[in-house]
């Protein structure tokens, strides 16, 4: 039996693991899952709010609507971890050196690599695009209701919602990457740890920029096509062609509907489970990954020492920000193509979850007016949602027990061997 076969043969006891966690620990994952629900739709309103002020402030306190479903995962994650004894285990290793900061790595110096893969997750889930959807409507319902007897309403619907250019989205990236730095900097002269929660708060910010530009990007880029009179003609095309099959019409159409199906699945079916196994990985494994080394080139010695140097130091830090996400990944690839297939099925049903309890509670109540079903729409997904990060969390962490073992064994042997052996 290869080693590939011994590890599928570990996946049923790796549900069980899950299916223990979750039996131990549920009252307190619904909780914080609720908690979660609540603090996104809080944020939600307070950007409304604050909107009809500053538009850059509203901004602000809308990137934190993820963190109502990220924070709460983390802690289900920490919570479970005590009753993982492997992963109970990294916290006797000791962590690689932060390079900026001049201190032990922790999991807030490398929250960048944890809020790629979750916001990848989140765009997956279409909450990023709910988020936002939601902020305009009620921003720009509040703008157009707006009264004042003292002057007529001067409307600003762009700029209260905050719609920000492709190139000032760049100079948010760059200008957070040297204030990122330059907290460490400052971190490192004044040990004060929480400047590292303020940088965090920074990569938040602006991964949550970058994310939701690519998603309307994305969205243009498909309504572009299909505009275009070449999209037209190919399904003018197919069309016709179909219709000239005769009885194998309907047998070809319906093979066609599925493969587009499929294509349409991959989100769900692959980019969800690894985004999930990656922020695992980063949350409950950032140990195992050391910062990378890099050779410089030597075309770099031609550049000025003071360039040089702050170059350098700036590369290497955010080279850091994201050493833990590529470790992630490779903690995954060593498990193998059939484990993390099984994985993504299991964690498929995981993310069914909310439409089903959707589908629930249409059957519990019945048939309900429309403008009573708006009203209680909203608690019938966050139900959903929090029902589904219940379920997540062990199952992340069942994973990650699993999957960190062979790494653990491997970290241990490199830290108990003598000066000789490591020479």
Known sequence: MTGSDARVRDIPAVLLTAGRLTARHWPALLALAFLGTGLRAGVLWLAVIVSDQSSFAAQLILVLAPLGYLLPVIAMLYLC????????????????????????????????SML????????????????????????AFAEFNQFNLARPPDYDFAGRVGIYAPLTVLAIVLVSWLLRFALG???QVSSFLALAFVGALVEVYYTSQVARRLTGIQ?????????????????????????????????????TTWLFAVLGSVDAVIVVP??????????????LSPPPAREPHPRWQRVPPVVRSASSSLLADLRERWSAFWGGLRLL????????????LAFLLVIRLPVLVSHLVRLLTGPVDTITWL?????????????????????????????VAPKLVSAEASTTRSPAEQS
């Open 81 to 112: 971890r005590g009753s993982l004894p492997n992963v109970t285990a990294l916290d006797a290793i000791p962590g690689p050196e932060a390079t900026t900061e001049k201190r032990e790595r922790r999991l807030v110096d490398v929250s960048v």
């Open 116 to 139: 790629v893969p979750f916001l990848a997750v989140y765009v997956s889930y279409g909450l990023l695009e709910e988020d936002r959807q939601r902020f305009i409507n009620e921003a």
């Open 185 to 187: 900097r400052i971190e």
């Open 219 to 255: 969205t243009s880029a498909v309504d572009w096509v299909e505009q275009r009179r070449v999209a037209s003609e190919v399904e003018g095309w197919y069309d016709g062609s179909v219709g000239q099959l005769g009885w194998l019409a309907n047998p070809v159409d319906s093979v």
């Open 274 to 287: 690894v985004a999930w196994l990656t922020v695992g990985a980063v949350v409950l494994g950032h140990k």
């Open 333 to 344: 690839g060593a498990a193998g193509f059939a484990p993390m297939l099984a994985f993504g």
């Open 375 to 403: 009203a209680f729409s909203p608690m019938e997904r966050s139900l959903g949602m929090a029902v589904s990060m219940a379920l997540t969390a062990p199952l992340l962490a069942a994973a990650m027990e699993w999957l």
